[in-house]
């Protein structure tokens, strides 16, 4: 098994890396958006003076190559507001997606004695200003992705329940009226060997012609500890239930020195993309060996292909 030949790694990776913010010593896991004519990158940060807990900041390019990263987090949960009061201070790994002119946000943050990493559903309209809605998501809950628009009527999330030490994490799928209660929740997809064996996560789906575009990593754990690559799955476009292609092999995987080496080796972790149609272009930002940010791009079309084909 090997990598799909579509996607290049940019030749300036890493783009950002922890000198760029100082005090820093991993940047990692972004979520991108497009805003206005910028490219936006929520990044999850950890300072060395807060060994125990990562933070949220906001990362802005004209050009997607080059970021100007906010000094201050953007995602300041009051913990003296019930029931937020539970958030410990680890607040990365946000999935962002448009939906009209707001960007909702969704973060797993984990909970001190409350049985690990909750989902919370902000929003916010300019990246300056970050409004906290509601938690939608019991713990053992990482990676729960939006839909950008209604389905027959309805908001629909990706999740990932499970996960943890020694556990296993599918996707499930589940539907609202509102975006704050959440409900008719379906088994989608299993974790899957060879690559995907131990856990699955999902990202931001993206609309196309031929069906939901999901990208997804993989964990799978051999002797010398977990190795996360990248793959793709498509849903039905009315039936997000039904998966309709899938790649069976991965689009990326740990194979550049920053995503060999680093904080946590053989690391490559999505949290979402940003499709140029006018370019057949996938903007994949992701994280590197829970160190740095880095890009690959190709085309959505040979993407969709290996899909529909099982590559
Ligand atoms: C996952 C999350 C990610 C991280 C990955 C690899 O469980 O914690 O933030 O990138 O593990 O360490």
Same mark, same amino acid.
């Given at each position: 098994?090997?990598?799909? @030949?579509?996607?290049?790694?940019?030749?300036?990776?890493?783009?950002?890396?922890?000198?760029?913010?100082?005090?820093?010593?991993?940047?990692?896991?972004? *979520?991108?958006?497009?805003?206005?004519?910028?490219?936006?990158?929520?990044? *999850?940060?950890?300072?060395?003076?807060?060994?125990?807990?990562?933070?949220?900041?906001?990362?802005?390019?004209?050009? /997607?190559?080059?970021?100007?990263?906010?000094?201050?987090?953007?995602?300041? +949960?009051?913990?003296?507001?019930?029931?937020?009061?539970?958030? &410990?201070? &680890?607040?990365?790994?946000?999935?962002?997606?448009?939906?009209?002119?707001?960007?909702?946000?969704?973060?797993?943050?984990?909970?001190?004695?409350?049985?690990?990493?909750?989902? $919370?559903?902000?929003?916010?309209?300019?990246?300056?200003?970050?409004?906290?809605?509601? =938690?939608?998501?019991?713990?053992?809950?990482?990676?729960?992705?939006?839909?950008?628009?209604?389905?027959?009527?309805?908001?629909?999330?990706?999740?990932?329940?499970?996960?943890?030490?020694?556990?296993?994490?599918? =996707?499930?799928? *589940?539907?609202?009226?509102? +975006?704050?209660?959440? /409900?008719?929740?379906?088994?989608?997809?299993?974790?899957?060997?060879?690559?995907?064996?131990?856990?699955?996560?999902?990202?931001?789906?993206?609309?196309?012609?031929?069906?939901?575009? !999901?990208?997804?990593?993989? !964990? &799978?754990?051999?002797?010398?500890?977990?190795?996360?690559?990248?793959?793709?799955?498509?849903?039905?476009?009315?039936?997000?239930?039904?998966?309709?292609?899938?790649?069976? *092999?991965? +689009?990326?995987?740990?194979?550049?020195?920053?995503?060999?080496?680093? !904080?946590?080796?053989?690391?490559?972790?999505?949290?979402?993309?940003?499709?140029?149609?006018?370019?057949?272009? +996938?903007?994949?930002?992701?994280?590197?060996?829970?160190?740095? $940010?880095?890009?690959?791009?190709?085309?959505?079309? @040979?993407?969709?292909?290996?899909?529909?084909?099982?590559?």
């Amino acid at each position: 098994m090997k990598t799909i @030949e579509i996607l290049s790694r940019h030749p300036e990776n890493p783009l950002i890396t922890p000198d760029d913010i100082p005090g820093a010593m991993q940047v990692f896991n972004p *979520s991108p958006a497009l805003f206005n004519d910028e490219i936006i990158l929520l990044v *999850s940060v950890v300072l060395f003076d807060c060994p125990y807990g990562g933070e949220t900041r906001v990362a802005r390019s004209s050009d /997607g190559i080059h970021f100007r990263i906010d000094d201050q987090p953007f995602i300041n +949960l009051d913990k003296n507001v019930y029931p937020y009061s539970i958030a &410990h201070q &680890h607040v990365i790994d946000n999935r962002v997606t448009r939906i009209g002119d707001d960007y909702f946000i969704l973060t797993p943050v984990a909970t001190r004695n409350f049985d690990g990493p909750c989902t $919370i559903l902000g929003k916010t309209c300019d990246f300056n200003n970050y409004e906290v809605i509601d =938690i939608v998501t019991l713990p053992r809950n990482r990676g729960a992705s939006l839909f950008p628009e209604k389905i027959n009527n309805q908001y629909f999330k990706l999740d990932r329940p499970g996960g943890g030490k020694g556990a296993y994490g599918a =996707i499930w799928l *589940s539907s609202s009226p509102d +975006l704050v209660h959440w /409900g008719r929740y379906r088994p989608l997809l299993a974790p899957f060997a060879p690559w995907g064996g131990t856990k699955i996560g999902p990202t931001p789906p993206i609309k196309t012609k031929d069906g939901w575009l !999901v990208i997804i990593h993989g !964990v &799978h754990t051999p002797c010398d500890g977990p190795h996360y690559r990248i793959g793709a799955l498509l849903l039905d476009l009315n039936d997000p239930c039904k998966i309709i292609g899938q790649t069976r *092999s991965y +689009l990326l995987a740990p194979e550049a020195e920053y995503e060999k080496n680093g !904080v946590v080796d053989n690391v490559v972790f999505p949290c979402g993309a940003i499709w140029r149609p006018e370019k057949d272009e +996938l903007m994949l930002y992701y994280g590197g060996a829970d160190t740095c $940010i880095c890009l690959a791009s190709g085309s959505v079309e @040979e993407i969709l292909q290996a899909c529909r084909n099982y590559r």
